[in-house]
């Protein structure tokens, strides 16, 4: 961390930075920012030391003179020979607690439930059945109450930004005639997580169906949880990669590789559109805080309770 900490202030006069992109397989076809704008300026940091382990490499990134951290694929150390895993987000959430960030715009792929594949999800909410016990821990590590209310897990502010940059990157494909087009944009949709590893099978996603999901993944639930804990407002931009197991292409008619080349730069465009307005943005009244303010019990139990 002293490292990040000397750069931020050689180069932006700062000891903190307010905004992370956190990278996803939308955008992992490849390299953020520098194939959008090769005169971006980057500085790589190989890894970060965590109570929770040595964590993935991060950029920072100089984004209209402001310093935004990015993090490639959620942290998972793909080329490492390790297995992703949820010790991953808590490395990641452990230094951007640290950095001092207050907003997170995240982008990935997910199967589609009600959905198909090229179309585009801002979730408004989600369903993590598993990862309670790991955000509880980590909110003890880190030395705060684990009880937050998850109501409205998504700023709306954010939410609004990412449904307009999509739209208008969908209307700028279209008129470009481009061979990657983007389906349907949903601006509300339920995102099931399931934990990282095998994908569903067809009976687990005909009973998230029913548990109101749209879209099925194996991070945002869990990454939105450590935010709500973190006090940082977040919001997600999810493209279709495939249909869900069961549902009606039975997973997909593009393949994966050719499907994510073909998608990266135009939603590495959208992101990077955000990130630009995002870092002059004022979202004191987004609302987001409530829900955490609300939890607040100082001096509860009364001690001989």
Known sequence: MDQLFKVLAEHFQTDHVEIASLGGSATWGMRFPEDIEPEAVVTKFESFDTPFGVGAAMKLLDISGKPVLRITHQGWKYGRNEFPSANDSLQVFWVLKQAGVKRIIVDGSCGGITVRQGDVVISSDFVDLYSNPITTQFAQTIGV?????????????????????????????????????????????????????????????????????????????????????????????????????????????????????????????????????????????????????????????????
């Open 145 to 305: 109450d684990s009880w937050k209310r998850l109501a409205h897990p998504f700023c709306d502010e954010l939410r609004r930004i990412l449904l307009e940059e999509a739209i208008k990157e969908r209307s700028c494909l279209i008129a470009s005639e481009n061979s990657y087009q983007i389906g349907r944009i949903y601006e509300n949709g339920v995102y099931v997580t399931t934990p990282p590893g095998l994908f569903e099978t067809a009976a687990q996603v005909s009973w998230y169906k029913q548990l109101g999901g749209d879209t099925v993944g194996q991070s945002l639930g869990f990454v939105a949880k450590l935010a709500r804990i973190c006090d940082m407002c977040i919001a997600a931009i999810h493209v279709i990669s495939n249909d869900a197991e069961g549902m009606p292409a039975d997973f997909g008619e593009i393949g994966l590789e050719d499907f994510y080349f073909a998608c990266a730069k135009p939603f590495g465009s959208i992101v990077l559109r955000v990130l630009k307005r995002a870092v002059n943005l004022e979202i004191s009244d987004c609302g987001c805080q409530s829900y955490t303010n609300d939890t607040k019990m100082t001096g509860l139990p009364v001690a001989g309770a």
